[in-house]
T-cell receptor, first 111, second 114 residues
Framework: GNSVTQMEGPVTLSEEAFLTINCTYTATGYPSLFWYVQYPGEGLQLLLKATKADDKGSNKGFEATYRKETTSFHLEKGSVQVSDSAVYFCAYMDSSYKLIFGSGTRLLVRP | EAQVTQNPRYLITVTGKKLTVTCSQNMNHEYMSWYRQDPGLGLRQIYYSMNVEVTDKGDVPEGYKVSRKEKRNFPLILESPSPNQTSLYFC?????????????FGEGSRLTVL
């Protein structure tokens, strides 16, 4: 069935390290893809999105590229900050206009 | 300020005692949805509504009811709560009239059923 698979966390990095959080999806067609971020004690916020193959979404130094051939949408950031500590959710929109979320990856950035 | 407001934010209740979690948005969004978040399972959709008086089941609707009498409000009702409904609940609305996957979330309601 349709699903989103994210790498298990927590991911622990030192400040200024390079971040990659892997995300792959199983879906028919070419769904729109999203990354949402949840800071402690808050609701989710849209971080970035991509709507077609080879699109690159970007925001706040984060990037993710829609890779049709590998059905992936990995999240990257060149230099993380302590304030980036949060839970990151990969998601796609299925053909019935529903968002399918991954299980989330917790990122902890240490000073 | 544009926002989705949920109440209560925290609630401890007992099995079988009916409760309602309210959700209100001030952005005139047509699309609204309820999710529950559980460790290791991510977010799962409970119910959604494309417009006033239109509601549909999500992936885990059992034990829940919703209503959409006004565009701004979308309450979640637990008629007879059970311990397996202990969870973190999020209400969300769409930033566009036609749902495109961009959701604006409330801050969450943590429910504990004893």
């Amino acid at each position: 069935g349709n699903s989103v698979t994210q790498m298990e966390g927590p991911v622990t990095l030192s400040e200024e390290a390079f971040l990659t959080i892997n995300c792959t999806y199983t879906a028919t067609g070419y769904p729109s893809l999203f990354w949402y971020v949840q800071y402690p004690g808050e609701g989710l916020q849209l971080l970035l999105k991509a709507t077609k193959a080879d699109d690159k979404g970007s925001n706040k130094g984060f990037e993710a590229t829609y890779r049709k051939e590998t059905t992936s949408f990995h999240l990257e950031k060149g230099s993380v900050q302590v304030s980036d500590s949060a839970v990151y959710f990969c998601a796609y929109m299925d053909s019935s206009y529903k968002l399918i979320f991954g299980s989330g990856t917790r990122l902890l950035v240490r000073p | 300020e544009a926002q989705v407001t949920q109440n209560p934010r925290y609630l401890i209740t007992v099995t079988g005692k009916k409760l309602t979690v309210t959700c209100s948005q001030n952005m005139n969004h047509e699309y609204m949805s309820w999710y529950r978040q559980d460790p290791g399972l991510g977010l799962r959709q409970i119910y959604y509504s494309m417009n006033v008086e239109v509601t549909d089941k999500g992936d885990v609707p059992e034990g829940y009811k919703v209503s959409r009498k006004e565009k701004r409000n979308f309450p979640l009702i637990l008629e007879s709560p059970s311990p397996n409904q202990t969870s973190l609940y999020f209400c969300a609305s769409s930033v566009r009239d036609r749902f495109t996957g961009e959701l604006f979330f409330g801050e969450g309601s943590r429910l504990t059923v004893l």
